[in-house]
């Protein structure tokens, strides 16, 4: 079956360091990867995904590779702010996933300190 | 952009009792609704499958009769916990898909004592 394992927190940074959440994922065929942010108080929203291997996501200065080689989609931002403090998800709906089924992983809380 | 109202955001209550949850999207209709769990450091997992006007369809391991689901209209989706035991505590989150994406509440934290 399908799995997401990700990089346990909680994480805590200062404002402008480098962040990187590990991503990787075991699933049958050719999945969709997705990574979802929850704010506090808010639902989950989608920050970035990408659909075939070597696609690159983006989104408000945050990136994931989609590595089939290493089944891994790790969420990268190179400064992070005060703002991005959030729990961040990363998810897989399988190839030809009509039925929007997400997998997702446990989360990863991220704290950033001014 | 899309929204879900899900409510209420937390919600205590005594053992064998009965909890409703409520899912809302507010500016579009959505035939298909989406209830998730998720316990303390363990991943989200799909409850079930909220269709409106049919039967809601349960993933493996999910009891239907204790998680009863009711999609009775386009932009409501409920989720009862009957019977709630404290093993039943847990974040439930509901979506709603709108075309090609998802749409998420904000999740309610269910606490029985």
């Known amino acids: 079956g399908n799995s997401v394992t990700q990089m346990e927190g909680p994480v805590t940074l200062s404002e402008e360091a480098f962040l990187t959440i590990n991503c990787t994922y075991t699933?049958?065929?050719?999945?969709?990867l997705f990574w979802y942010v929850q704010y506090p108080g808010e639902g989950l929203q989608l920050l970035l995904k990408?659909?075939?291997?070597?696609d690159k996501g983006s989104n408000k200065g945050f990136e994931a590779t989609y590595r089939k080689e290493t089944t891994s989609f790790h969420l990268e931002k190179g400064s992070v702010q005060v703002s991005d403090s959030a729990v961040y998800f990363c998810?897989?709906?399988?190839?030809?996933?009509?039925?929007?089924?997400?997998?997702f992983g446990k989360g990863t809380l991220l704290t950033v300190n001014p | 952009g899309a929204v879900v109202s899900q409510h209420p955001s937390r919600v205590i209550c005594k053992s064998g009792t009965s909890v409703k949850i409520e899912c809302r999207s507010l500016?579009?209709?959505?035939?298909?609704m989406f209830w998730y769990r998720q316990f303390p450091k363990k991943s989200l997992m799909l409850m079930a499958t909220?269709?409106?006007?049919?039967?809601?369809?349960?993933e493996q391991g999910v009891e239907k009769d204790k998680f009863l689901i009711n999609h009775a209209s386009l932009t409501l989706s409920t989720l009862t916990v009957t019977s709630a035991h404290p093993e039943d505590s847990s974040f439930y989150i509901c979506?709603?898909?709108?075309?090609?994406?998802?749409?998420f509440g904000s999740g309610t934290q269910l606490s029985v004592l």
């Open positions: 500016d579009f209709q959505a035939t298909t």
């Open positions: 990408a659909t075939k291997a070597d």
């Open positions: 979506s709603a898909r709108r075309s090609e994406k998802l749409f």
């Open positions: 699933a049958t065929g050719y999945p969709s």
């Open positions: 909220s269709n409106e006007g049919s039967k809601a369809t349960y």
């Open positions: 998810a897989l709906i399988n190839s030809g996933g009509s039925n929007y089924k997400l997998t």
